[in-house]
Nanobody
Framework: QLQASGGGLVQAGGSLRLSCAASGRSFSSYAMGWFRQAPGKERECVAAINWNGGMTYHIRSVKGRVTISRDNVNNTVYLQMNSLKPEDTAVYYC?????????????????WGQGTQVTVSS
């Protein structure tokens, strides 16, 4: 029901825009999040957004470089990533929450997409 896309291989300093399209049900009333998991590391919340886009969260390591946004008409959430660094390399997952307000905890997201690989070369 959540389909993530937009990952790929990019050089350091480059940009990628990840998209997460929802189908089968509307997630417009629920918070959405982007998580990432690098090899050997725990999955972490990169960014999250509440149901109407009025409140957002970005992990400190990506602030100023990464922006989460959503389009509730088209049932899609985005992650615009600029000035990418090798440490951003990970599998990125989108997730839908079960309330309208975001949390950074994985437990707050019962719906998950399949993940998209982002690789940043130095």
């Amino acid at each position: 029901q959540l389909q993530a896309s937009g990952g790929g291989l990019v050089q350091a300093g480059g940009s990628l825009r990840l998209s997460c399209a929802a189908s089968g049900r509307s997630f417009s009333s629920y918070a959405m999040g982007w998580f990432r998991q690098a090899p050997g590391k725990e999955r972490e919340c990169v960014a999250a957004i509440n149901w109407n886009g009025g409140m957002t969260y970005h992990i400190r390591s990506v602030k100023g470089r990464v922006t989460i946004s959503r389009d509730n008409v088209n049932n899609t959430v985005y992650l615009q990533m600029n000035s990418l660094k090798p440490e951003d390399t990970a599998v990125y997952y989108c997730a839908a929450g079960d309330t309208g307000y975001y949390t950074t905890s994985m437990g707050g997201y019962p719906y998950w997409g399949q993940g998209t690989q982002v690789t940043v070369s130095s």
